[in-house]
C-alpha cells in the first residue's frame, strides 16, 4: 500500500489517545483524570458560505476545537487543507495541551482547521474565507480565551486578515487574538523561522547526546513549507549535508548534498522541488527511507508507521510536523535504537515563540531577535534535558518521557483547580 493510502486509512485522534493511554498507565493517573483529558473541552462545527469570484456560492466545513483549558487560554494553529476532518482537528488540539505544557508556557490546547485546498483558490476567495470562518469561531476566539497560529497551508497575512476581522468586531485593534502575525501588526521577530529553530536546538542537543558530529551528518527532510524548508536552511548553516527534501509533489535526493537556500528559490519559481537541477527524483515514501543521519518529517500525520519503521535508516527523528509517527511505528523505532525527538517537543519553538509575541503585545513592548532566540534557546533546551532525563529514569522512550512529563502538569493543573461545581 502507498504511504498516502496508509496515512488516510490510520485516525489521528485514535493514535492521540493511544499515546495519552501509554503515559497516562505509566504515571497511574487516576482513573477520573484520565477520563477528563482523554476527551477534548469542546469542538465547534461551522459550514459557512464564501462568494467565489465567478458569482457562485461555495459553503466550507470548517473546525474549532479547545482540548484542555487548565493551564491557561486555548492556544493552536488553523491550518486549511482538503483532508481536514474533526478527528484530525482533535488530535491537534489535544497534541497542543501536551506542547504547551513541556515546554512549560501557561496555555491550553486548540486547534481549527477548514476542509479547502487553498491552492486552487484565488487570494480574494481565501481572503473571503478568512475572514468569514474567523466571524464563525469569535464565539471562541480573543486573547484571553482562544489564540490562532499558522498552521499548514496558512501564513502571517492569514493571521492579518483574523486580527482585523476579530478587532472589527470588537471595535478596537485586538492585537494579541493571534499569533504569527505580520512585524508591522505586533509580530514578533523570529516567529516565522520559530518552529525550524526550536527544531534545530532539539536536534544539536540530541547530537550532543549521541554524540554526533553534525558538520558530518547527512540530513532528509520530508516537507518544504514553513517548517521544513526552514529547518533544512538551518542544517545547512550548522554545516550539515542536505541531501533530500520533498514537497506535495515529490522529493528530489543527492548523495553529495545540495543548497536548500537555492532549492527555495526554484520552488517559488516552479511551485515544486521537483527538477532541481543536479538532483534525482524519488518518492516521498523513499525519502523517509534513505541512508541518512537526521529524518526531519516536516509535513502531516501518519508518515511513519508499522509499514515502514522497520526501513527507516536515521539515527535521529526530529519531529518537526504534528503526528507523523504511529505508536507501533514508535515500539520499532525505539527497538531498533532510532532516537525520536517527538512533535510535542521538537516543533514547540513554534508555539513558544507565539507566547512571546502575545506576551509583547499585552506589553505593547517588543523583543530583539537576539532576545528572542536566546529565550527559545533557553526554553528548548530546559525541556530537551528535562525530557531526556525522563526517558533514561523510565526507561521509556522520548515520546512517552514528553507525555509523562506533560500529562502530569496538565493533571496537577486540573485537579488542583478542582472539580466544579
Ligand atoms: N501550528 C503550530 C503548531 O502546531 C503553532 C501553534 C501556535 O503557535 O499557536 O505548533
Not at 527559545?376 to 523510565?394: G, Q, Y
Request: proline fraction near 5%; glycine fraction near 8%.
Amino acid at each position: 500500500m502507498a504511504t498516502e493510502t496508509i496515512a488516510a486509512s490510520i485516525n489521528p485522534w485514535h493514535v492521540a489517545q493511544q499515546q495519552f493511554d501509554l503515559a497516562a498507565t505509566h504515571l497511574d493517573l487516576s482513573p477520573g483524570l484520565r477520563k477528563v483529558l482523554r476527551e477534548p473541552k469542546r469542538e465547534l462545527t461551522v459550514h459557512f458560505p464564501v462568494k467565489m469570484d465567478d458569482g457562485t456560492v461555495e459553503v466550507f466545513t470548517g473546525y474549532r476545537v479547545q482540548h484542555n483549558l487548565s493551564r491557561g487560554p486555548a492556544k493552536g494553529g488553523i491550518r486549511y487543507h482538503q483532508d481536514v476532518s474533526l478527528d484530525e482537528v482533535k488530535a491537534l488540539a489535544m497534541w497542543m495541551t501536551w506542547k504547551c505544557a513541556v515546554v512549560g508556557i501557561p496555555f491550553g490546547g486548540g486547534k481549527g482547521g477548514v476542509i479547502v485546498d487553498p491552492k486552487k483558490l484565488s487570494l480574494r476567495e481565501v481572503e473571503g474565507l478568512t475572514r468569514r470562518f474567523a466571524t464563525e469561531i469569535s464565539i471562541l476566539i480573543g486573547p484571553e480565551r482562544d489564540i490562532p497560529a499558522p498552521d499548514v497551508n496558512t501564513n502571517s497575512q492569514t493571521m492579518a486578515w483574523i486580527m482585523d476581522t476579530y478587532s472589527m468586531h470588537v471595535g478596537y485593534t485586538a492585537p494579541a487574538v493571534v499569533t504569527g502575525k505580520p512585524i508591522p501588526l505586533g509580530g514578533s521577530e523570529g516567529r516565522n523561522e520559530a518552529t525550524a529553530q526550536g527544531a534545530v536546538y532539539t536536534i544539536i542537543d540530541a547530537a550532543h547526546h549521541l554524540g554526533m558530529d553534525l558538520t558530518k551528518c547527512r540530513v532528509a527532510v520530508q516537507g518544504f513549507g514553513n517548517a521544513g524548508a526552514i529547518a533544512a536552511q538551518l542544517m545547512f548553516a550548522q554545516g550539515s549535508k542536505i541531501i533530500a527534501v520533498s514537497d506535495s509533489t515529490g522529493a528530489i535526493h543527492r548523495p553529495e548534498g545540495f543548497d536548500p537556500n537555492s532549492v527555495l528559490v526554484w520552488k517559488q519559481k516552479h511551485h515544486s522541488v521537483v527538477g532541481f537541477p543536479g538532483t534525482r527524483e524519488i518518492s516521498n515514501a523513499e525519502l523517509l527511507e534513505l541512508d541518512c543521519d537526521v529524518l526531519i518529517p516536516a509535513a502531516l500525520e501518519n508518515q511513519i508507521t508499522a509499514a515502514n519503521a522497520g526501513k527507516i535508516q536515521a539515527r535521529v527523528i526530529a519531529e518537526a510536523a504534528n503526528g507523523p509517527t504511529t505508536p507501533e511505528a514508535d515500539e520499532i523505532l525505539y527497538k531498533n535504537g532510532r532516537f525520536v525527538i517527538p512533535d510535542i517537543l521538537c516543533n514547540a519553538g513554534g508555539v513558544t515563540v507565539s507566547y512571546f509575541e502575545w506576551v509583547q503585545d499585552l506589553d505593547r513592548d517588543f523583543w530583539t531577535i537576539e532576545h528572542v532566540n536566546e529565550k527559545l534557546h533557553a526554553v528548548m533546551t530546559k525541556a530537551f534535558a528535562s525530557t531526556l532525563d525522563m526517558s533514561l529514569k523510565e526507561r521509556v522512550n522520548m515520546r512517552t518521557a514528553a507525555y509523562m512529563l506533560a500529562v502530569q502538569r496538565v493533571a496537577d493543573a486540573t485537579s488542583v483547580r478542582g472539580l466544579y461545581p
